[in-house]
């Protein structure tokens, strides 16, 4: 039962434009969001959040929206770099369990 | 100075065999986790712990046990290895109460195989 889902496992963009990465979640009890970003061989870090009393945060590149009605929220990225070439990982909270991850998608930034 | 460092980074080992992963943070968080990776790439929570005491136990075979001498360290002990433990397990850390504001600091990943 996935409760926090990213359907789209990879995507690819070009340097310079914007990246959105998706993500659906099916609790609604979830209360916070977050995206984590992964390189290989390496811990998941913590990029940007939203809070559910929110629909935008930005931080410098990266905005997160959060659409509650629809239960979706979204990362983008402008411009995009090589460095932003990662799994990124969206998250919700408000559960028993913690953090609940969704199953990343896999950001590729062409030159 | 790694904030989260697990021991070790890569474990081959054999079906049936005991195996443990250390994890250490130096972060001063009262909330220790370990999250298992497996080969579809979903994150999924195994146990939490807050100052030593098994907060979070997920439904995770009893052949996995976690032991927290101290609020700095949680280990993951696992007996019997089975060909389907293979993955990637992620120790974490947090602050109590964890919320947005909170967040999990990630170690970078013990990779194990079981053959």
């Known amino acids: 039962d996935q409760q926090v889902k990213q359907n789209s496992p990879s995507l690819s963009v070009q340097e310079g434009r914007i990246s959105i990465l998706n993500c659906d979640y099916t609790?609604?009890?979830?209360?916070?969001f977050l995206w984590y970003k992964k390189y290989p061989a390496e811990g998941p870090t913590f990029l940007i959040s939203i809070s559910s009393i929110k629909d935008k945060n930005e931080d410098g590149r990266f905005t997160v929206f959060l659409n509650k009605s629809a239960k979706h929220l979204s990362l983008h990225i402008v411009p995009s770099q090589p460095g932003d070439s990662a799994v990124y990982f969206c998250a919700a909270l408000g559960g028993a369990d913690g953090l609940t991850f969704g199953k990343g998608t896999h950001l590729i930034i062409q030159p | 100075d790694t904030a989260v460092s697990q021991t070790p980074k890569y474990l081959v080992t054999q079906m049936g065999n005991d195996k443990s992963i250390k994890c250490e943070q130096n972060l001063g968080h009262d909330t220790m986790y370990w999250y298992k990776q497996d080969s579809k790439k979903f994150l999924k929570i195994m146990f939490s712990?807050?100052?030593?005491?098994?907060?979070i136990n997920e439904t995770v075979p009893n052949r996995f046990s976690p032991k927290s001498p101290d609020k700095a360290h949680l280990n993951l002990h696992i007996n019997s290895l089975e060909l389907g433990d293979s993955a990637v397990y992620f120790c974490?850390?947090?602050?109590?109460?964890?919320?947005?504001?909170?967040?999990?600091?990630f170690g970078a990943g013990s990779r194990l195989t079981v053959l």
């Open positions: 974490a850390s947090s602050p109590w109460g964890l919320s947005g504001a909170n967040v999990l600091t």
């Open positions: 712990y807050n100052n030593k005491e098994l907060i």
């Open positions: 609790n609604s009890m979830f209360d916070y």
